[in-house]
């Protein structure tokens, strides 16, 4: 694929395991570097001294809270589940937060909607922004929307803006591409869409796609790229860095494999060529997040946070 510009204007696990014991407020789209809350977060933990920084030769390792899906005890476990794994950057998903918030039974439309739009509401967002940063934990994006509709979509983007995010995360397709760009250049952030297969289809034009929107940026899965075509992703990288906001990291098996295609792997155990991901963004110094997707199953004695944080010295051992 050829490198493109379409803004216009311009605007060995065992080893391995051994080891592990030891967006500002703005009307114009702002270039990727300072949009949003995007310095890194140091916080230590008083309890255990500890510094929570996970940004290693200038990469931000951060995780998808997706990968704590196991948890039962809500957003303060997840917070704590971050801090456990030692990971001072998150993709958030909405997943719960109106609850958290305060917000009324979601099955009553119009009181949730009439909550949405009354006074304080995005306070209790930056309240909550607060919360995490107070953690040393960044925001980085936001996977949730309201809707739908155009004033969803705004009201969404605002409430993504008052966590800090630099921007909304969804599917990566025709629909989303067209409805999310426009709204997000509105609020001087980026509509970031996910892929999982498409790559894969014989018709997918992602140039398509970025071209509704110069807000319009990816969230460029490498494991579901590489799992689905067998194609080494650092290429796709390099001709698309410039509309890559994030990657989510996995292992997979690749395309060629014959005895089991396009399996999610325990880090190291896969064919995804995270080694050369991670280090063409630390010698390119791009300003791309690269966040854990743990989706590989938890073996009992483990737990989610244990496998994060084994993740995360994973990347770490690549980059120092």
């Known amino acids: 694929m050829k490198n493109i510009n379409i803004i216009s204007d311009k605007l060995s696990r065992r080893g391995f395991l051994n080891t592990t014991a030891i967006i500002a407020a703005g009307t114009l789209i702002p270039t990727f570097n300072s949009c949003g809350n995007n310095k890194q977060i140091v916080k230590s933990n008083e309890k255990s001294g500890i510094i929570l920084n996970s940004k ?4 931000q390792i951060g995780a998808i809270t997706y990968s ?3 948890l039962k005890g ?3 476990e997840t917070i704590k589940a971050c801090t456990d794994a030692g990971i001072s950057s998150v993709e958030l998903m909405g997943t719960g937060i109106e609850d958290y918030l305060g917000a009324p039974n979601s099955k009553n439309v119009f009181e949730l909607k009439e909550w949405r739009k009354s006074h304080g509401t995005l306070e209790k967002y930056a309240q909550l922004r607060n919360k995490f940063n107070d953690a040393g934990i960044n925001i980085h994006i936001y996977k949730w929307v309201a809707g739908n509709t155009e004033d969803e979509l705004d009201y969404s983007f605002k409430v993504a ?8 995360s969804d599917e990566l397709n025709e629909s989303n591409a067209q409805q999310m760009g426009s709204i997000a250049a509105q609020n001087g952030m980026y509509a970031i869409l996910h892929n999982h297969f498409q790559y894969a289809e014989t018709n997918f034009n ?3 796609l970025l071209s509704y929107s110069p807000a319009n940026m ?10 689905s075509t067998g194609l080494n992703p650092t290429e796709f990288i390099r001709n698309y860095h410039e509309r890559i906001a994030s990657i989510h990291l996995k292992d997979k098996t690749g395309k060629s494999n014959t005895t089991q295609e396009n399996k999610n792997q325990v880090w190291g155990q896969g064919e995804t060529p ?3 991901v991670l280090l063409l963004i630390r010698d ?3 300003p791309i997040y690269c966040d854990i997707e743990l989706e590989y199953s938890v073996a009992p004695w483990s737990s989610s946070v244990k496998e994060v944080r084994i993740c995360k010295e994973y990347c770490r051992q690549i980059l120092i």
């Open 284 to 286: 390119k110094k791009w």
């Open 206 to 208: 992602v140039e398509k």
């Open 74 to 76: 809500g957003l303060e």
């Open 274 to 276: 995270m080694s050369e």
């Open 218 to 227: 990816l969230n460029f899965d490498i494991g579901h790229y590489f799992g």
């Open 56 to 59: 290693y030769a200038g990469v």
């Open 68 to 70: 704590f899906r196991d």
């Open 161 to 168: 803006k008052a966590l800090g995010a630099i921007g909304i």
